[in-house]
């Protein structure tokens, strides 16, 4: 807010402050972007090259940092926990659109009485931090025998999502006029056909960004999956948590591991980009 | 029964009155795709919840099975006069306030510059957004290692260039790390919402302004910001929400060391690797009192924005 001056003469200086702004914006988001690109820069160099000071940014790239994360270089494979984590993000999206997608119909498209109560309610559940329920859990899983098992993590996921899913579904659902669902109606239309082709089609972009946002959400979490999971169940976050108290050259290695853990959350984020606030917001921003 | 029907006054006006039985059949027909989501929800985040409270009146070591017993509230005077305990309450308040206020300013300036038009500005907002896909953990430990480390990481580095000094970050200011990475992650959260604010403003009243003589400065005060409170607020909440239950960043940048352990990692490490049940459950009960006064205004924040958005359509 520097140009206060930019007001009196009109004309030229607010293309020169328009540019200015614009280079503003570039600025900032080169550097916003800088960590993640000096990551994805450092896990093609050798470990030695990593490691300098001052940086070297032209050095000799290399895919060693790649090989050495995948268990060729003799470490732990990360494989079963990318497959733990494919398994609990993938799974717990599916139950959360099995379970969301009835009970955001009922709560938009042929309401039950007192239908934003029951939303609210679904919100407030999100509000009760993982800690409130980590205990008791952790006992439960403990005496029957489900603890280091995945499926618990799918169920606890399903509850995570399952609010945002509701909200997000909610919002997209409101959006199929009940004029077209009663025309359907009049012309005979039951109810499986007017959900495939007339609710279907408007939600399913809304559908499948809610799908994609508690994808993110599942492959993220981390506290339940450290507390809950051991050697069989540990999900990739967990195997990241390994590299914590690393010594020695592992810079490379750090890198390529966290770009490739990070690379389907960042596909999806992108992919979901246009409807991430609502989701994110739950549904409170359109 | 037919003194409610006035209560819903979008039932569509078909002779319902007149069979109650097939009446109260088609209201449990309308519920019925209700119930298992709600049923779930109650099962997996209520009763643990209840569980937690029970656990919190008790004296329960989990090394010790035997001696558990009922002690009313003192797992809560133990939290609240242990030292440890109530530094780790006052590193909750402040991570999380100096968090949702830094990435809350910060992206209102970013919404701010990309609410104009300039060239690249998609690639410009993709490249903020970034930050925000990266797993958090991920984003930890990219921030630990490669950023901070005082011999060969990035901040250094580029202080060598200037011949600045070479800091160890972590050690001299643990709890500004922490935060300096969690902005990092939040402040497009904040961008996006902000965004989405900025771009539901009255465009005609903004340009009736601009006839009238206001200048930019003007109009950003007396329109943008009333109209972005709002949003802020909502920001500003769900941030909160968010932020208070942070554990990934505490765990992997400092784990919880140097006076950084906050409320949802004491928790972890009291029952996790101190085995204190009782107590730990009474930090979580804490937690969720926090949480619940941040939720009550989180609540009529989105109510206010949701019954806006329900009397426009």
Known sequence: MSENTAAVVRPRRTRQT???????????????????????????????????????????????????????????????????????????????????LPAAYALSIRPVRKWT????????????????????????????????????????????????????????????????????????????????????????????????????????????????????????????????????????????????????????????????VQGLSLGAVK | MTATTTAAPTAAPTARAEKPPSDRLRAWATRAPLLPALIFMIAVTQLPFVATLVISFFDWNALYPDARRFTGLANYTEVLTDADLRHSVWTTILLTAAVVLASLVLGLGLALLLDRRFRGRGLVRTLLIAPFLVVPVAAALLWKHVLYNPEYGLLNGLLHYVGGPQPDWISNTPLLAVEAALVWQWTPFMMLILLAGLQSRDQQQIEAAKVDGANDWQIFRHLTLPHLRRYLELGALLGSIYIVQNFDAVFTITSGGLGTANLPYTVYQSFYQAHENGLASAAGVLVVIGSIVIATFALRVVSSLFREEASRS
Not at chain 1, 231 to 249: D, K, N, R, W, Y
């Open chain 1, 18 to 100: 328009g540019l200015g702004l614009g280079l503003l914006a570039w600025l900032a988001g080169i550097l916003f972007f800088l960590p993640i690109a000096w990551m994805a820069l450092t896990s093609f160099h050798s470990e030695e090259d990593a490691a300098t000071n001052p940086p070297s940014f032209g050095a000799a790239l290399t895919l060693d940092g790649y090989r050495e994360f995948f268990g060729t270089g003799g470490g732990a494979s990360p494989w079963p926990s990318l497959v733990n984590s494919t398994v609990a993000s993938l799974t717990s999206t599916l139950l959360v659109l099995l379970l969301a």
């Open chain 1, 117 to 276: 109560d029951v939303l609210f309610f679904f919100l407030s559940t999100k509000m009760l931090p993982v800690v409130a329920g980590l205990l008791p859990i952790y006992l439960f899983a403990k005496n029957t025998g489900l603890l280091d098992n995945i499926w618990l993590l799918v169920v606890l996921y399903t509850s995570m999502n399952l609010p945002i899913a509701v909200w997000m579904m909610h919002s997209f659902l409101s959006e199929v006029p009940v004029a077209i669902i009663e025309a359907a109606q009049i012309d005979g239309a039951r109810l499986p056909t007017i959900l495939t082709r007339v609710v279907a089609p408007i939600a399913l972009p809304g559908i499948a960004a809610t799908s994609l946002i508690c994808f993110i959400f599942s492959w993220n979490e981390l506290l339940f999956a450290r507390v809950l999971t051991g050697v069989v169940a540990e999900t990739a976050p967990v195997f990241l948590t390994g590299f914590i108290t690393s010594q020695g050259l592992f810079l490379a290695k750090v890198c390529a591991a966290s770009l490739v853990i990070s690379l389907p959350v960042l596909t999806a984020g992108f992919a979901a980009q246009d409807k991430l």
